[in-house]
């Protein structure tokens, strides 16, 4: 462990598109991490968001140990292979009313720091890693949940071929006191 691939979860890293590329996080990538979560444009779309350097630490540690967790980062190729976001997520088994299902589902999660915001960044990553869990994976259906505020997160989504499954209102107590909708996407193999 500590990889950020779970077992069972096999993929071939790092996925790139010759722009972006997404590898298993690590500790070093704490600091960008941290750093681009801190701001508050971002801060409001993000859960759960470390309050000094060494949560941040620890929120990586803690994804990238988990048996069915799994956290990317995502650079920008180049000469730096500077960290402008982050995406992964957990593995479950799906509801079943009869036997065990032989298939998985995951629930996708991704953050990109705001200067690159509108830049394609995200939906490349999301364009590398759901063909990613579906064919090398064997994961059957990614799910994710979206304030339906956030219109760009929604497009980048839908972009990369998920569908609208509904929205529940008022449903998250959003920091600033107001309820906020939270739309469920997801997209199947």
Not at 115 to 140: E, F, N, Y
Request: charge should be negative; include cysteine.
């Amino acid at each position: 462990m500590g990889t950020g691939e779970p077992s069972g979860l096999q993929i071939a890293w790092p996925l790139s598109d010759g722009r972006v590329t997404i590898r298993p996080a690590s500790e070093a990538d704490a600091e960008a991490i941290f750093e681009y979560q801190q701001r508050p444009e971002a801060q409001r779309y993000i859960s759960r968001i470390p309050a000094t350097i060494e949560d941040a630490r620890a929120m990586v540690a803690e994804r990238t140990s988990a048996p069915d967790g799994l956290m990317c980062a995502i650079l920008l190729d180049g000469p730096d292979g500077q960290v402008v976001g982050d995406i992964g997520g957990r593995r479950y088994l799906p509801g079943s009313l009869g036997p065990e299902p032989e298939a998985w589902d995951f629930r996708l999660g991704y953050s990109v720091h705001p200067v690159m915001w509108g830049k394609g960044v995200a939906s490349a990553a999301v364009g590398l890693l759901v063909p990613a869990l579906h064919d090398q994976a064997g994961i059957r259906r990614i799910v994710a949940k979206v304030f339906a505020d956030n219109r760009a997160s929604i497009r980048v989504l839908l972009k990369n071929g998920f569908e609208l499954e509904g929205t529940e209102r008022a449903k998250v107590l959003g920091r600033d006191g107001n309820w906020l909708d939270d739309c469920t996407l997801s997209h199947l193999s």
